[in-house]
């Protein structure tokens, strides 16, 4: 009983910026690693960033140095600033979390819906 909601999508032309967000709900003890990931058209679903509850991040070789994943534990949210986006960024961008519920040890793995981001050459 968790939701992952993104939002900030959009479009933008090539060398803006967008900023999305995720905010997972529900019946939460806590959260290890959230994450970012992204589908393109006829591409398979890659890793964009994580992040781990204690601020260790990674990022895919193509967007270090352009884009930053961010966190705030209190509210359960991720963040992704994008920079000099590219039109190869264009994709659906999925957030997802690894969620320990409560009353329950195991941890599991949840995704957002999505959210359409599209770069104008």
């Known amino acids: 009983q968790v939701q992952l909601v993104e939002s900030g999508g959009g479009l933008v032309q090539a060398g803006g910026s967008l900023r999305l967000s995720c905010a997972a709900s529900?019946?939460?003890?806590?959260?290890?690693?959230m994450g970012w990931y992204r589908q393109a058209p006829g591409k398979q679903r890659e890793l964009v960033a994580s992040?781990?509850?204690?601020?260790?991040?990674n990022y895919a070789d193509s967007v270090k140095g352009r884009f930053t994943i961010s966190r705030d534990n209190a509210k359960n949210t991720t963040y992704l600033q994008m920079n000099s986006l590219k039109p190869e960024d264009t994709a659906v961008y999925y957030c997802?979390?690894?969620?320990?519920?409560?009353?329950?040890?195991?941890?599991?793995?949840?995704w957002g819906q999505g959210t359409q981001v599209t770069i104008s050459s």
């Open positions: 992040c781990s509850s204690g601020g260790s991040t």
């Open positions: 529900g019946s939460i003890f806590s959260i290890n690693v």
């Open positions: 997802n979390a690894d969620v320990q519920l409560r009353n329950w040890g195991n941890f599991y793995r949840y």
